[in-house]
């Protein structure tokens, strides 16, 4: 099974500012089958980005994604209070595995 | 617009038995795979049970195979989960999801808003 670990636990930052989330697999994620997903308070999953730096529809471009093999990154550029949530990586390449979240603070 | 509904959720006693449907709308059924992920209270995602387009194919996290079953009704458009011999660890939010579409491999494009299932006496 692969194992996603992502860091940091919690980020409190202000908007405007840049956020920039890690998740690092146990083992090479092959072809880049990595999403991110951001879940807000009491609602469902929405998924961000897939391939690893492909946005999903809808999704504004200050959200990018980048990585590979082994570590993969989420960038927020001019974080907006709406990105309050706690973000999820996910390997697809070998069953489906979710890493334990980055909690994302903005105010 | 996609949506996903989920349903069946509730109370139910440690070594019962209930079944989750998910009534998905706005695209055509019979061509996506869906999957069930879930979250305990207060913790991470993690997935629980896939199936393909015709139902002939599922596959299951180790924690659940010999328990939980799932399937779907393509005439009636509807994605179940069958869950057997609960236990107090099995009390979470499930999500229906349903894959993207393509060759490779595939990401969970859209999720349901979740049905909390809480397995105590």
């Known amino acids: 099974e692969i194992v996603l670990t992502q860091s940091p636990g919690t980020l409190s930052l202000s908007p405007g500012e840049r956020a920039t989330l890690s998740c690092r697999a146990s083992?090479?994620?092959?072809?880049?089958?990595l999403a991110w997903y951001q879940q807000k308070s009491g609602q469902a999953p929405r998924l961000l980005i897939y391939?690893?730096?492909t946005r999903a529809t809808g999704i504004p471009d200050r959200f990018s994604g980048s990585g590979y093999e082994t570590d993969f990154t989420l960038t927020i550029s001019r974080l907006e209070p709406e990105d309050s949530a706690v973000y999820y990586c996910?390997?697809?390449?070998?069953?489906?595995?979710f890493g334990q979240g980055t909690k994302v603070e903005v105010k | 617009e996609v949506q996903l509904v989920e349903s069946g959720g509730g109370l139910v006693q440690p070594g019962g038995s209930l079944r989750l449907s998910c009534a998905p709308s706005?695209?055509?059924?019979?061509?996506?795979?869906f999957h069930w992920v879930r979250q305990a209270p207060g913790k991470g995602l993690v997935w629980v049970s896939r199936?393909?387009?015709?139902?002939?194919?599922?596959w299951y996290a180790d924690f659940v195979k010999g328990r939980f079953t799932i399937s779907r009704d393509n005439a009636e458009s509807t994605l179940y989960l069958q869950m057997n011999s609960l236990r107090a660890e099995d009390t979470a939010v499930y999500y229906c999801?349903?894959?993207?579409?393509?060759?490779?491999?595939?990401?969970?494009?859209?999720w349901g808003q979740g049905t909390l299932v809480t397995v105590s006496s």
């Open positions: 391939g690893p730096s």
């Open positions: 199936v393909n387009g015709d139902g002939s194919d599922t």
């Open positions: 706005g695209f055509t059924f019979t061509t996506y795979w």
């Open positions: 999801v349903r894959e993207s579409y393509g060759t490779g491999r595939r990401y969970f494009e859209y």
């Open positions: 083992q090479s994620v092959s072809i880049s089958y």
């Open positions: 996910q390997q697809y390449a070998n069953s489906w595995t």
